[in-house]
């Protein structure tokens, strides 16, 4: 089969592009590549998916659960009593499962309503510090 050439308009050149590169094609001189305004089309709706709105916390979702099952109570575990416990019984569940660190669960526990985590931690009564 025949690598399929294409002529620029701008310098009257034939590409074959069978043999360019892919960072060659967001170049200016590739704009008579008939899908490379498609590929990008897709790129960027595939960043906007990263970039935009709320995203999932990094790890298992079993793993969150069980953590803040364990935070959000009324024994008032440390958020590092907490994650530990958690990764022990998960990981005698699944050795194999992703386990998010320390520093992403305390992002997300601050990302919390600061009112529910009161309330699931010391109750309606408010019992005070």
């Avoid at 967001?26 to 970039?51: G, H, I, L």
């Amino acid at each position: 089969m025949e690598a399929r050439k294409v002529t620029s308009k701008k310098r009257g050149q034939v590409k074959d592009w069978s043999k360019v590169k892919p960072n060659e094609l967001w170049k200016a001189d590739a704009k008579v590549f008939p899908y490379n305004a498609r590929t990008k089309m897709q790129t960027r709706a595939a960043m906007a998916d990263k970039r935009r709105g709320r995203r999932q916390p990094y790890g298992n979702s079993l793993f969150w659960h069980m953590f803040y099952m364990l935070y959000l109570n009324r024994n008032r575990l440390y958020i590092s009593q907490a994650y530990q416990m958690a990764v022990d019984i998960f990981r005698k569940k699944d050795q194999l499962a992703v386990i998010p660190t320390l520093h992403q669960v305390k992002y997300q526990v601050s990302k919390l309503d600061p009112a529910v985590v009161y309330v699931a931690r010391y109750g309606e009564e408010g019992e005070g510090k």
